[in-house]
C-alpha cells in the first residue's frame, strides 16, 4: 500500500461484493513512506500472516466492480473439481507456447474475455492472484523487486509439483501494467536464478551418486554406468 485512500476503495468495493464477515481479513503493507517490503517479501510474509485457506494478493488500484465473492468461490470450486491441489489462481496468465488467458477490464479494453476457463497456465499477472493456502509454496528468497513475483510463485509451485490456472473472475484494473528498466534488472536477475536451477549437477544423497541435467541422453550416459557397477555388486 503506497497510497492509503486508493487502498480503502478496492477494499470498499471488495466489501460491496460480499467480502465481508469474519471469515475474511484485509492484510496490507504499509510502503506509504519506504518500501518496507517488496513483491516476493510481501508475498511469503503474507503466506505466514494469513488465516484464510485462501489468500488473495491484488494491487491496490483494483477495484471488484464486476463479479462478486459468491462467483469466485463457484470458480474455486469448479477449479478444486478440476485440481485439487492447485497453487496460484488468477485473472489473467500466459502458458508454456505464451498464449495469453485473460478475464479483466483495464485500460486495454473493456470486459476481455480471453478463455476458456479455468485454464492451466505457466505464469500470471500480479495485479490479482490467489494462492491455496492447503499446499506449500513459497517465493524465492534471493529475489527482490516489484516486478515478476508471481511468476516466480508459478514456477516454484511447479518445483512442487503443483499447478496455476486463469479463472473466469472479472475485475476492473486502473492500470494497465508498466515496464520499465527495473522490470528488464528484474528479469536479469530471474533469469541468473533459473539458470543455476536448470545448470547440470551431480547429487550425492546417501546410498548413491547421479547426475542430473537437461539432456536425458546425457543423464543416460553418466548414470547408466553407475548402477550397473552397483546391481552386478548385488548378485
Known amino acids: 500500500m503506497t497510497r492509503l485512500e486508493e487502498y480503502l476503495e478496492m477494499v470498499e468495493s471488495a466489501q460491496q461484493k460480499g467480502f465481508a ?26 503466506i505466514k500472516s494469513a488465516q484464510g485457506q485462501y489468500l488473495i494478493f491484488c494491487h491496490q488500484d483494483l477495484l471488484f466492480k464486476y463479479d462478486d465473492r459468491e462467483h ?16 496460484v489462481a488468477a485473472n ?13 477490464s483495464d485500460p486495454h479494453g473493456e470486459s476481455i474475455n480471453e478463455g476458456p476457463f479455468p485454464q492451466e497456465v505457466m505464469s500470471v499477472d500480479e495485479n490479482f492472484f490467489i494462492i491455496n493456502q492447503r499446499v ?24 512442487l509439483g503443483l499447478k496455476s490456472y486463469v479463472i473466469d473472475f472479472h475485475l476492473f484494473h486502473k492500470s494497465g501494467g508498466k515496464v520499465d528498466q527495473g522490470y528488464f534488472d528484474i528479469q536479469r536477475c530471474y533469469t541468473e536464478v533459473q539458470r543455476e536451477r536448470k ?3 551431480w547429487f550425492f544423497p546417501m546410498c548413491s551418486v547421479f547426475f ?12 547408466i554406468k553407475r548402477v550397473r557397477k552397483f546391481l552386478n555388486k548385488k548378485q
Do not use: P
Request: glycine residues 8%.
Open 21 to 46: 464477515g469474519e471469515d475474511i481479513e484485509f492484510l496490507y503493507f504499509d510502503n506509504a513512506a519506504s518500501n518496507q517490503f517488496d513483491g516476493y517479501s510481501g508475498v511469503n510474509r503474507a
Open 136 to 159: 506449500n509454496n513459497a517465493s524465492t528468497a534471493t529475489m527482490k523487486g516489484f516486478h515478476l513475483y508471481a511468476l516466480d510463485l508459478c514456477q516454484n509451485a511447479k518445483y
Open 212 to 223: 542430473v541435467g537437461s539432456s536425458r541422453l546425457l543423464n543416460w550416459w553418466l548414470n
Open 199 to 201: 545448470a547440470g549437477q
Open 92 to 104: 489473467a496468465g500466459r502458458t508454456t507456447v505464451g498464449q495469453h488467458f485473460v478475464r479483466i
Open 72 to 87: 469466485l468461490e463457484q470458480c474455486l470450486e469448479q477449479l478444486n473439481q478440476l485440481d485439487s491441489n492447485w497453487a
